[in-house]
């Protein structure tokens, strides 16, 4: 269950970052290098991500309104 701890708090950051850099707040050049950094993160989790991912999909919400407690019921 760590691993999906991790992984979805990851998530939930490059979201954030993601919406940060649309609305022209921060650093690009920061926000940039801690979204590759996440990303690198991430593909250390695949099997949490893809969990996160199908019960973002069946919930027909977005990840980053997800709860680890979501996850644990589809698991």
Do not use: F, W
Request: hydrophobic share 45%; with cysteine; net charge positive.
């Amino acid at each position: 269950m760590e691993l999906i701890v991790e992984a979805l708090r990851l998530l939930k950051r490059q979201a954030e970052i993601q919406q940060a850099l649309r609305g022209a707040r921060g650093s690009p050049v920061l926000e940039e290098r801690e979204l590759y950094l996440i990303r690198n993160r991430l593909a250390q989790y695949p099997a949490a991500v893809q969990a996160i991912a199908l019960t973002a999909a069946e919930l027909h919400r977005p990840i980053d309104t997800l709860s680890v407690r979501d996850i644990e019921k589809r698991c």
